[in-house]
């Protein structure tokens, strides 16, 4: 089956963008896969042999993660895996309504004001 | 360096102002190449390369839960994108998103969550609504413990906008 391989992880593929592995089910793909192209598996796996958290993998339009049978999930020769780490991220001010204030290199939220009823503020 | 046509360059600030006061996200699709001086010394692709921009997709901001803050796009999104990449002859080079109310420099969480390797980061800063800065980041290093962000220039290419200006205006007094 056809695996596609995000553009970071091509420099272990021999620059290709898809490679052809045999296997019966996701996990054997995978093994194939990293037994063909080993320096991939440190990317793809923690030490301990989990899918790292920030790597997403699609078995055609679905993700691995909620299959009924995961990574022992049977694929056909013509399925198509995609791998795609995540991308993600943001800014530090936490409130909405927070400004990052340029000198001091931090978020404030700005006070509020008080104000009497004829829009004076009080003394 | 990252190399962009200037609409494209302002497109993805003007989706900044679009979703101010929330942040925008979208994906770089083009080809990475090697630099000339590079290719000259032999280097490769092991050295610093050009990320040429040939088109933006602009994705859509799945951390509704707090999107003044956070993006995030949605990976059977990415996988769309990657598929419009490979039927076009594109790869994915980059992402980029906007910051409101805060300086166009990436953060912890920008950091911890950049995972493309050799990838062009864009943040557009947009105070009250205007997109004020834009800066590029590129993604460095062989895996989580090395990476590294560095900054990145931007070539803006006008040749295109102004090939096309001209045409109209060649076509205007004829």
Redesign the interface.
């Known amino acids: 089956m056809n695996i ?1 391989i ?3 992880l091509r ?1 272990y593929t021999g ?1 290709l ?1 898809t490679v052809s592995v045999p296997g019966a089910t996701v996990n054997a793909v995978f093994q194939q896969l990293t037994a063909n192209y080993p320096d991939l598996k ?2 793809l796996f923690t030490p301990e042999g989990k899918l790292r958290s ?3 993998v ?1 078995l055609n ?1 679905d ?1 691995i993660r909620y299959l009924d049978a995961q990574q022992e999930t049977a694929v056909k020769d013509n399925d198509e895996l ?1 791998i ?11 409130a ?1 309504g ?3 204030d ?1 000198d001091q290199g931090q ?1 404030s939220v700005p006070k509020a004001r008080s104000y009497t009823s004829l829009g004076h503020r009080p003394r | 360096m990252l190399r962009i046509q200037y609409a494209d360059y302002e497109a993805l600030r003007a989706h900044g102002e679009e979703t101010y ?1 929330n ?1 925008c ?1 979208g ?1 770089l699709l083009g080809k ?1 190449i090697p630099e000339e001086s590079n290719i000259i010394l032999g280097k490769g ?1 092991s050295a610093a390369a050009v990320n040429h921009v040939r088109q933006i997709v602009r994705a859509g901001n799945t ?1 509704t839960d ?1 999107a ?6 949605a ?2 999104e ?2 769309k994108i ?2 419009q990449a ?1 039927n076009l002859g594109l ?3 980059g ?1 980029y ?1 906007s ?5 166009a420099q ?14 062009s ?1 864009i943040i557009t800063s947009v105070e009250q609504g205007k997109a004020i800065t834009t800066n590029s980041f590129l993604l460095l290093g062989t ?1 989580e413990d090395d990476k590294k962000f560095e900054d990145e220039a931007i070539q803006i290419d006008i040749a295109h906008s102004a090939a096309k200006a001209a045409a109209y205006n060649q076509k205007g007094q004829a």
Do not use: M
Request: glycine fraction near 6%; include cysteine; charged fraction near 20%.
């Open positions: 596609h995000p553009t970071p420099t620059g963008e440190q990317h920030f790597v997403n699609y339009d993700d995609t795609i780490p995540s991308i993600a991220g943001g800014l530090n001010c936490p909405p927070s400004r990052h340029y978020c | 006061p942040e996200c994906v990475s692709n951390r707090s003044h803050n956070r993006y995030n796009i990976p059977q990415l996988v990657q598929r490979r790869d994915i080079v992402f998103h910051h409101p109310d805060h300086p990436w953060s912890k969480t920008d950091f911890a969550e950049a995972h493309w390797l050799g990838c980061y895996g």
